[in-house]
Each structure stands twice: as C-alpha cells, then as structure tokens.
C-alpha cells in the first residue's frame, strides 16, 4: 500500500501557484519523499525529490515540514500543460527502490 | 535527462496470442528496471522488478508465468504476455534505474498500450 495521502483533485487558475499537499505520517529517516506527475496517456515524470531540506529546481519547489510527516508540492506558475496527476511517493534513495504509487491529486490548470 | 523508449506504442493482438514489449534505456546503463500497468482512470501498479542477469521479482498477485520478464542486457529489458485474453488490455509502463548517480530514482518510459480482442 501507499504510505501518502493526497487529495483527489484540485484546481488552479493559470498563471497562479499551486500548491499540492501530501501526508506521509509514517515516513522512514532513510526514506525521500518523490513527486512524479503523469500527464494523460504518457508515463510519469520526475518532478523533484527531498529528504529533510526544502528543494527547488526549474520545474518546482518541494517544502517538507521539520517533522517530516507532510510535505508540499508548488509550481510556482502554473500553466495550462501543468494539468495532470501528480503522485507523492516515499522510497529509499538506492537507486534500486521500487516506486509505489498511490491515486495521486489530478491537477486541473484553468483558464 | 535520461531517456527511456518503449516498443510498440501501442498494439492490437487476439486473444490467445502472445505479445511482447520492450523497454530500452538510450543514454544509460540500468541496473533494474521496473514494469508496471495501468488501468484506466487508476493508479500505476507495480508488477515487477527486472535485474539485469537474474531473474525478475513479481509483485504478489501478478502471475510471473503470463507476465515474462527477460533482462538480458543494461539497456534492454522485455515483457511478453502470453496467452493474452481481454482482460490483459491495459497500459503496461517500464521505467529503469541506472548505475551512476542520477539526479532521478527512475526514468520512465512513455507506456505501451495493449488491447486484446
């Protein structure tokens, strides 16, 4: 089974930030907390990944909270191709880990 | 990033035959690769765990004697279906995990999809 927990929708209006929560209560110390995003009728991409620190690349930023047991996604601009499922998932980073996904929040960007 | 292709995109078969799809990491070496299915409007399920040179690691509930899972080189891996019946038609996605310090734990391939008539 999953170990997060994920709202089964949202919505956001273009061009303003969305923010996807995700609970993790049971999370490891060795365990990372990843975000894919699935796009309709693609395979999943990678977003961005975290441990404790609060992470940012080009695509979002990844706030965890001090304990751990919850994490935040944000895209900081949404747009209209940012619209798809997006799963957080926890999994030691060993590069061997197998990924288990859970239903994800489907994201709708809005005109 | 590294790249992942998957090989039909999509495929047609009748029932009872068997059909097989292949998962290709281009610009890498995978040390495992994972296959998963997908239902529609659910979640990705993991059926297996492919490791190169050995033999692969079913997830409880997927029958490893339908599902065969053949990892004979760092970038290839294939699934075939066999004896496949309308209830296999799904989304079948691969994703591999490679050897070097990738910023990612997988990459993931664009998916396969399978209807059976």
């Known amino acids: 089974d999953a170990k997060t927990t994920q709202p089964t929708s949202m919505d956001c209006a273009e061009g303003r930030a969305a923010n996807l929560p995700c609970n993790h209560s049971?999370?490891?110390?060795?365990?990372?907390v990843y975000w894919y995003r699935q796009i309709h009728s693609q395979g999943p991409q990678y977003i961005i990944h975290g441990l404790k620190n609060n992470e940012t690349n080009e695509m979002a930023s990844l706030i965890i909270t001090e304990d751990r047991k919850s994490s935040t996604l944000i895209l900081p601009h949404a747009t209209l191709r940012d619209t798809a499922v997006y799963y957080c998932?926890?999994?030691?980073?060993?590069?061997?880990?197998?990924?288990?996904f859970g239903q994800g929040t489907e994201l709708s960007v809005k005109p | 990033g590294a790249v992942v292709s998957q090989h039909p995109s999509r495929v047609i078969c009748k029932s009872g035959t068997s059909v097989k799809i292949e998962c290709r990491s281009l610009?890498?070496?995978?040390?495992?690769m994972f296959w998963y299915r997908q239902f529609p409007k659910k979640s990705l399920m993991l059926m297996a765990t492919s490791n190169e040179g050995s033999k692969a690691t079913y997830e409880q509930g997927v029958e490893k004697d339908k599902f065969l899972i053949n990892h004979a080189s760092l970038t290839l891996s294939t699934l075939t279906v066999t004896s496949a019946h309308p209830e296999d038609s799904s989304f079948y996605i691969c994703?591999?995990?490679?050897?070097?310090?990738?910023?990612?734990?997988?990459?993931f391939g664009p998916g396969t999809r399978l209807l059976v008539l």
């Open positions: 998932i926890v999994s030691p980073d060993n590069q061997g880990g197998k990924l288990i």
């Open positions: 610009d890498f070496q995978a040390t495992t």
């Open positions: 049971t999370i490891s110390g060795n365990e990372y």
């Open positions: 994703s591999a995990a490679g050897l070097a310090e990738l910023q990612e734990t997988q990459y």
